[in-house]
């Protein structure tokens, strides 16, 4: 019997995504190919992995068995693939980068573009997402992630200090009663946050999932927001309710997995990013 990697890969796309669809997009194929390779993959070890449920895909018994075994060749492919490339030395090729949307639109683009003009060999590949890119698996190269504790095998260096202020309406009255928190969903760690600001005693009368959505009612007078000092400060639209109050959120790392500090474009790259973000340290603080 002679298993192909590339199903095995299939098979691990489809337990993460539950959807033959989902593991297509992560795979960069087809639908129809992702079937076909499951098929094969279930064919050469005369078992079914999957149950199809209206849900999507559910492991069986023999996937379970697999999936242990599956992970740890993964592991093995990719630290292969990690010692090969980190011996890199060229400052040409891809550099994956994920950040905050946040961070990415009102801190980053500006150096992003500067370092692409000074590296043009580079190709920078940018994710914007509030989610964590799994970097053992090589989602990205870098990550910006803010986290009390990231994880410990982690590459990672302190950026300066982020803060949020509470920003409201170019047009508004900051003393209208009536304007209450636009906040996120979560509305009980949202409320821990705003406990220890000059307004917690006003309510949350909105729950928006994202800081484009909280910041735009923020503009329309919806309510007060308590929004990053990179995205607040220079908006013409809103302005802060108290000068100098502000509040840290948890805190900013440069993240890299340890094999690629020998790729010198990654390192390149992430001096860039880090000393370029240190520069702006009171920018990010907001003062």
Not at 131 to 136: E, H, I, P, R, V
Not at 210 to 219: D, N
Not at 248 to 277: G, S, Y
Request: one cysteine or more.
């Amino acid at each position: 019997m002679k298993l192909d990697w590339n199903d095995l890969r299939v098979f691990l796309a489809l337990e993460r995504g539950a959807t033959a669809r989902t593991a297509a997009v992560q795979l960069g194929t087809s639908h129809s190919t992702v079937l076909r390779r499951l098929q094969a993959l279930e064919d050469a070890l005369n078992a079914q992995l999957f149950d199809r449920t209206p849900e999507g895909f559910a492991l069986t018994g023999p996937g379970e068995r697999l999936l242990a075994k599956a992970q740890k060749i993964e592991a093995e492919v990719f630290e292969v693939h990690r010692d090969i490339i980190g011996s890199d030395v060229e400052l040409e090729g891809p550099v994956k980068l994920t950040a905050p949307p946040a961070v990415l639109k009102y801190l980053l683009l500006p150096m992003l573009a500067k370092f692409q003009e000074t590296y043009p060999k580079i190709e920078l590949e940018v994710a914007s997402t509030d989610g964590l890119a799994d970097l053992d698996r090589r989602d990205a190269d870098l990550a910006i992630r803010f986290s009390k504790s990231p994880d410990e095998h982690l590459v990672g260096r302190r950026l300066p200090e982020f803060h949020d202020a509470i920003y409201v309406s170019k047009d508004a009255d900051p003393s209208d009663p009536s304007l209450g928190w636009i906040g996120w969903p979560d509305g009980r760690k949202f409320q821990e946050r705003v406990a220890s600001t000059p307004f917690s005693g006003r309510p949350i009368v909105w729950q928006l999932p994202g800081l484009e959505l909280q910041a735009e009612a923020v503009r329309q007078g919806q309510g007060i927001g308590l929004l990053p000092c990179i995205m607040g400060d220079r908006d013409p639209e809103m302005r802060r309710m108290e000068g100098d109050f502000t509040q840290p959120t948890l805190p900013a790392w440069l993240l890299q997995h340890p094999d690629l500090r020998r790729l010198e474009r990654v390192r390149v790259f992430a001096d860039f990013v880090f000393k370029r973000v240190t520069t702006l340290k009171d920018k990010v603080s907001g003062r």
